[in-house]
């Protein structure tokens, strides 16, 4: 019992050891309208590192760094137009969730649009060829007709029918 007291106190040690040196960014602002500017900012910048995270979700260096060089440039008194253009500057249109609609990100704003219209044309075209082969294969020729006869009547002579079918 003594044991296990001490392996599970030495687990804890463990655990709670490797929190310890987990890094918090601490940031403090001079005003409340500062503190909800880089709030503001840091949900609007992508983390570059991380997939699909914004600045102040990340626990990624580049995240802090930047987090880091965003209250520099406030506290310094530059506009938030100032740091995304100097942050887009800096590592381009994908630091940004919503990029400006320009040339460049065409592709981005109408890309999902194209692929939803060449999809749904897509399904449409499969729908209608199904519907048609449908029609169509409910009608057989005379030769296939005649076939398809042979083919029961055997199949009757062997489970001992003897050729007795039901005739529509």
Not at 23 to 39: A, N
Not at 47 to 66: F, K, T
Not at 109 to 121: D, N, T
Request: with cysteine; charged share 30%; proline share 3%.
């Amino acid at each position: 019992m003594k044991r296990l007291t001490v392996l599970g106190t030495i687990c804890l040690l463990l655990v709670w050891g490797s929190v310890s040196f987990a890094r918090i960014d601490t940031f403090v602002f001079d005003t409340p309208q500062d503190e909800q500017r880089f709030k503001k900012l840091s949900a609007e910048l992508r983390c570059l590192v991380c997939q699909n995270q914004n600045l102040a979700d990340s626990n990624a260096e580049l995240a802090m760094d930047l987090r880091r060089e965003v209250y520099n440039m406030i506290k310094a008194g530059k506009s938030d137009t100032d740091i995304i253009d100097f942050m887009v500057e800096r590592y381009g249109d994908f630091v940004l969730y919503r990029p400006p609609v320009k040339p460049v990100t065409y592709m981005l704003w109408i890309g999902p649009l194209i692929l939803f219209v060449i999809g749904a044309v897509v399904l449409i075209m499969f729908v209608r060829r199904r519907s048609d082969d449908v029609l169509e294969g409910g009608q057989l020729s005379t030769e296939e007709q005649s076939r398809l006869e042979g083919l029961l009547d055997e199949q009757h002579k062997r489970d001992g029918l003897d050729g007795k079918r039901k005739q529509k």
